[in-house]
């Protein structure tokens, strides 16, 4: 019985040296040695959609008229656009605005005490659609068909990738590996080996679009040219930021 409680009075005077014991070991322990480098890589592809908006403007003596009359051209270059291959899901109305029209003030002054009410002289109507065009190749020919049906307007002209995120990865792997090449020059340079990653953290990411300002403002004839449209390439970056171990 003596030597039972001998023992556990031994064992009960190690359980409490332990917390003791690993926290000094703890204190001696050297830091870990690390290296943290940044790092930016870029990739190029070819763009493989386009967003268009496209418009009629319209005027007419009355609002109704006006509207009428922005319908009937919007309808014609709607046709056109499903018959040039564009399916519906990639017509979007985004902008429709109908709006007076005043007779410019006159020339010479008026008194003061005797304001003039703007005298409305027509009305203007406006209506903006955002097509997907798939390929990018189609981009000509389809405003060429959307103008000779009755837009009178091409406002805008973005590029995008159907699967940006393939190429984000691809700048992502770069970037990795331009990261682990400088950490191992300054760890060469420092006589120290480079070890694991200890963390990798990258920048917030937008999918990549290149906006070609386009701004046509046309008459209601047909286009006695093709409309030629030249893409270019869009570029995907990204970031890293990596903390290696550094070993001896």
Known sequence: MET????????AVLLLMLPVTVAAQERDREPDR????????????EPEKAMLLLAVESTGATARAASEANATRMAAVIAALRKAGIPDREIRTVSYELHPQYAPPPD?????????TPRIVGY???????????????VGAIIDAAINAGANRVA????????PDAARRDALRLAIEKA????????????????????????????????GRVMLDMAQESLAAPTPIEP????????????FRLVQ
């Open 4 to 11: 039972i409680m001998k023992t556990r009075n031994a064992l």
């Open 34 to 45: 690390t290296v943290t480098v940044s790092a930016t890589a870029t990739v190029e592809r």
């Open 108 to 116: 010479r002054p008026r008194p003061v005490e005797t304001p003039q």
């Open 124 to 138: 203007r109507a406006m209506n903006m659609v955002q097509v997907g065009v798939d390929p990018v190749a189609k």
């Open 156 to 163: 805008n002209l973005t590029y995008e990738l159907r699967d």
């Open 180 to 211: 682990r090449g400088e950490a191992q020059v300054m760890a060469e340079a420092a006589g120290q080996r480079l070890g694991p990653p200890l963390n990798i953290t990258t920048s917030s990411y937008a999918p990549p679009r290149f906006a």
């Open 232 to 243: 270019g390439m869009l570029s995907v970056s990204a970031t890293v930021n990596i903390t």
